[in-house]
């Protein structure tokens, strides 16, 4: 086996080059843009320690007690999403209903 066979992917050098020419383009563009994602990535960052975390941040609360906030709201969340599947479902179920009702009445 040659050198070069080690960097063909997929038995084919066209996958190869296609595969090989976008990560260029990537590592192109990353270079030319740095100083912007760069930025972007320290704004970011600030932004975050502004950000209010949902749980306590006094070290002396240990266990579940310092995610009271986030369990609550985790919570609240999974009631929300059961009753609007629910919610849909019925709706769901009463269209269908309709529906075969109508299609039998009009056979």
Known sequence: MTFLEYFKIGNSWITSG?????????????????AR????????????RKASW???SD????GFKKYK???????????????LAAFVQFWDFL???TVGFLTEIFR
């Open 54 to 56: 949902p749980w306590e």
């Open 18 to 34: 296609i595969l090989y020419a976008v990560l260029l383009i990537i590592v192109v563009l990353i270079i030319r843009y740095f």
């Open 95 to 97: 269209q269908v209903l």
């Open 69 to 83: 906030e986030l369990v609550d709201s985790t919570i609240v969340v999974l009631i929300a999403m059961i009753l």
């Open 59 to 62: 070290p002396k609360i240990k």
């Open 37 to 48: 994602i760069s930025s972007f990535l320290r704004e970011v960052k600030g932004e975050l």
